[in-house]
């Protein structure tokens, strides 16, 4: 998988450029590898009305499930650095009802990164159903 890391990265990078963040002015681009071997990518989408606001994470994830896939082997999150790259907690839970666990990269743009996982970053996730 490590070609695989270092392309999901570039994609990420390069989502990360056509981010509309006119409001806080912090760009940030998501690119989410397929079990399939696909790769989906999104970039923040800043609203006026904020709360309408939508992460890169949540667009790579909405674009590849539109597309008919449900089953995730890793996601990359860029952001002006690793440290601020983390996914929000409405991110992790919406990635949570597809990936029991899920490997993520957080890199900056000028290549710091932290390597994590789903679980670390939500270890008690809310689900109804037990077998998803």
Avoid at 10 to 33: D, E, N, V, W
Avoid at 76 to 83: D, I, L, P, R, T
């Amino acid at each position: 998988m490590n070609g695989d890391v270092e392309f999901l990265i570039a994609s990420a990078l390069a989502a990360r450029q056509k981010a509309y963040a006119p409001y806080s002015r912090i760009q940030f681009g998501a690119s989410l590898l397929t079990l399939s071997g696909k790769i989906y990518s999104g970039c923040n989408v800043e609203n006026a009305s904020y709360g309408l606001t939508i992460c890169a994470e949540r667009v790579a994830l909405f674009t590849a499930v539109s597309a008919g896939e449900r089953s995730f082997r890793c996601l990359v999150v860029a952001g002006q650095s690793a440290e601020n790259s983390y996914p929000c907690g409405a991110c992790r839970q919406v990635l949570a009802e597809f990936c029991g666990d899920l490997p993520i990269i957080l890199v900056g743009e000028k290549g710091d990164r932290i390597s994590t996982s789903l679980k670390e970053l939500l270890p008690h996730t809310f689900r109804i159903f037990k077998d998803r």
